[in-house]
């Protein structure tokens, strides 16, 4: 197992692929803090607008998007970095880019059926799936990391400062997002088991985290009258996709933990569910 | 005595409504290079893939270096494949994709990625990208690939498919050379049948998923060699007369056909004498075949090439 680990990295490595989607995930981070920083004096010198945003703030964006702020930023005051940093990893933008990385990675190994050379190595398949959910988890990571430092940098470049606080609150709120990309991951992997293609994977992959799946809520409703009672009802509360937009570093310790829950559940329903296709599948 | 190193038992592969393997019994001995011969769609490709272990048999086993079952699963290292096209990364070198294998393998020996890729003529070629080589070299890298790990034995799944000339000629030597100075075990399956005929020691027909005939070189050889035809309602009243005439390298084909492979100017004194001891004779002549007209012959139907 520690073998097909190690072939994994190496390939991970090597791949111009995955320097090229790491390094456009970095430049829409730098650009979202451009756009941020641009958003900032528009709402410093347009009051009204600031009004409407300081309505409307608290609403959830489930889908992807760049250059949030926050109206708590419009104060005057040096806008924190980990809270910079929360609001892009909560936009999706790093999520997005996960999906394509995975899509690649696992499509180019499906594509040339490289898994033949090397199917008698392993007494059992789903090394591999497990192999593949290493290679997300360290992606995910450096994602992750990389995110931090290219806010550093925008925080410096485009804000003119870098106001570190929070640091503790911080690391939890990127730990439990690390768990919550590598969940996501293990679904698109798991996406791309079933369907062996890599378009249909992408744009699911893409569609889901852009929040598609809020269509399940007006069905849900629509079918379940119960559930209208419930104001803050979404199928989103559920989903890895939809805590990653979801979770704040000012959000309840409940919501954590049961993002955490969602996280690891689904981290190991998938790679069992993708263990279970491939090892019953014939290699193609 | 050769070592049987493989056998498959009644190994039968069926999809949904079509039936690609039905019970194939064949054994394969250490040193061997056995050829698969058939048709497109014949399936070959069903069993090698069977016997590398890439899909499972609907019933029936394998016995690979005498383990079976599951217990077959631990020794499928001992196995090098190289099925339908070369599954290669072709975004990376001929070095990367070897490593990777090595890497899963478990080899990190200084030079060895150099010795495989000397070993099937691409070392020049070894920091070019696959995506830039003919489609002979990638099948000689498909080759290397699966000779990371010293197999025992190696499935070829038409190897020289698409092939120049030079090419053919190439992938050919290779295989001689991996079989007798590595003593490699070699599977082979092509529907070039001259071809296959120039480096299998043994050859299995296949045809509509089912092994029809299994023989030596030797066997083969005779079968296709030049002979007198002697075409009779009842060949065993012939054959005192043969004996008579010192014929010894002969055989009955079937019930009304003898083949004689020697004396083959002898034809006319044959007749007369069959004639003088009142043995009737539907026809006699010299008579040939090549490998694939034996083929056709024995499948009753149209070779697709």
């Known amino acids: 197992m520690i073998n097909v680990i190690k072939m994994d990295l190496y390939r991970m490595v090597k791949n111009k692929a995955t320097w090229l989607i790491f390094l456009a995930s970095m430049l829409m981070m730098f650009a979202s803090i451009f756009m ?9 010198s347009n009051p009204t607008a600031l009004q409407d945003l300081q309505a409307n703030g608290d609403e959830v964006n489930w889908g992807i998007y760049i250059g949030s702020v926050k109206p708590e930023w419009c104060t005057g005051t040096e806008v924190p970095l980990m ?22 990675f696992a499509g180019s190994e499906g594509r040339n059926g490289f898994l033949k050379n090397i199917a008698g190595q392993v007494t059992h398949k789903g090394i591999f799936v497990f192999s593949k959910s290493v290679v997300i988890s360290i992606f995910a990571v450096m994602m992750i990391a990389g995110a931090v430092l290219a806010t550093m940098l925008g925080s410096v470049a485009f804000l003119g400062y870098i106001n570190i606080a929070n640091i503790g ?25 079933v369907t062996e293609s890599s378009v249909a994977t992408m744009l699911a992959g893409i569609l889901i985290a852009a929040g598609i799946l809020q269509i399940v809520d007006a069905i849900l409703v629509s079918v379940f009258s119960k559930l209208q009672a419930i104001s803050d009802f979404s199928i989103m509360n559920y989903l890895t996709s939809g805590n990653v937009g979801l979770l704040s570093l000012d959000s309840t310790s409940g919501l954590y933990i049961r993002a955490s829950i969602i996280a690891v559940g689904a981290i190991v329903l998938m790679n069992t569910l993708s263990s279970v296709i491939i090892q019953r599948r014939d290699l193609k | 005595m ?23 019994s064949i054994n394969v001995c250490q040193g061997e290079i056995y050829g698969l011969v058939g048709k497109n769609g014949a399936g070959k490709t069903t069993l090698l893939k069977m016997i590398g272990g890439l899909c499972k048999p609907t019933s029936g086993d394998i016995t690979f270096m005498g383990y079976s079952g599951k217990e077959r699963r631990k020794i499928l290292s001992r196995i090098g494949l190289l099925i339908e096209a070369p599954s290669l990364y072709t ?18 020996k200084k030079g060895y990625i150099e010795e495989i890729l000397e070993t099937v003529g691409l070392c020049e070629a070894r920091n070019k990208k696959v995506s830039q080589y003919s489609l002979g070299m990638k099948q000689r890298l498909g080759i290397a690939m699966a000779l990371v790990g010293e197999p025992d034995l ?10 120049d000339p030079q090419g053919i000629v190439e992938i050919r030597n290779t295989l001689l050379d991996l079989n007798k100075k590595k003593n490699i075990t070699i599977i082979i399956s092509s529907h070039i049948l001259e071809e296959l005929s120039k480096v299998s020691t043994k050859f299995g027909f296949i045809n509509n998923g089912e092994l029809i ?14 002979h007198i035809e002697l075409e009779m309602p009842d060949p065993t009243r012939a054959l005192p007369v043969l004996d008579r005439l010192g014929f010894t390298h002969y055989q009955v084909v079937d019930s009304h056909t003898i083949h004689i492979f020697e004396r083959l100017e002898d034809s ?10 009142e043995i009737p004779i539907t026809s006699i002549s010299v008579a040939s075949k090549t490998f694939e007209n034996y083929f056709l012959e024995m499948i009753g139907g149209v070779y697709n090439d």
């Open chain 2, 91 to 108: 975004g990376m070198t001929a070095y990367d994709n070897l490593k990777l294998k090595c890497i899963c393998t478990g080899i990190n």
């Open chain 1, 169 to 193: 609150q911080g690391c939890v709120f990127l730990i439990v997002q690390i768990l919550l990309h590598i969940a996501y991951g293990m679904f698109v992997l798991f996406l791309f088991n």
């Open chain 2, 213 to 226: 005939k299994e023989l030596s070189h030797t066997e083969l050889d005779i079968a296709c060699s030049e």
């Open chain 1, 36 to 44: 941020t920083s641009q958003d900032l004096a528009y709402y410093n």
């Open chain 1, 83 to 104: 809270e910079l940093v929360a609001v892009n990893v909560k936009s999706k933008l790093l999520l997005m880019f996960l999906v394509v990385f995975v899509t690649y």
């Open chain 2, 2 to 24: 050769m070592n049987e190193l493989l056998s498959t038992n009644s190994l039968t592969k069926k999809y949904k409504h079509q039936t690609a393997v039905s019970d194939i």
């Open chain 2, 268 to 277: 006319g004194h044959i007749a007369m004498e069959l004639s003088k001891c």
């Open chain 2, 154 to 163: 190696l499935l070829l799944d038409e190897p020289i498919n698409g092939l």
